[in-house]
């Protein structure tokens, strides 16, 4: 009889609504990252994320913010902005 309540919540959709399919995702995607951590360190790579190092990670609407603040002001930008 669970079976069948099972699969009935499948084809309408509701198994990801119910705690008990939130918990098998959360399961799922915590495992998933542990076998990604585990294949990164055995490689020897970095990991991605965060902010990137140097000027690649300023955007454009942060120069630009930054270009018009020092105009407002009256002094040259900043250059490790530009």
Request: aromatic share 4%; charged share 35%.
């Amino acid at each position: 009889m669970v079976a069948q309540d099972i699969r009935a919540k499948r084809l309408i959709g509701l198994e990801r609504r119910m705690p008990e399919g939130k918990a098998q995702q959360i399961a799922a995607t915590v495992e998933g990252r542990r076998r990604w951590v585990e294949r990164m360190k055995a490689e020897g790579k970095k990991f991605p994320g965060g902010r990137k190092s140097g000027p690649e990670w300023i955007t454009p609407q942060m120069r630009e913010r930054d270009a018009e603040e020092a105009w407002r002001l009256g002094a040259a930008p900043r250059t490790a902005l530009c």
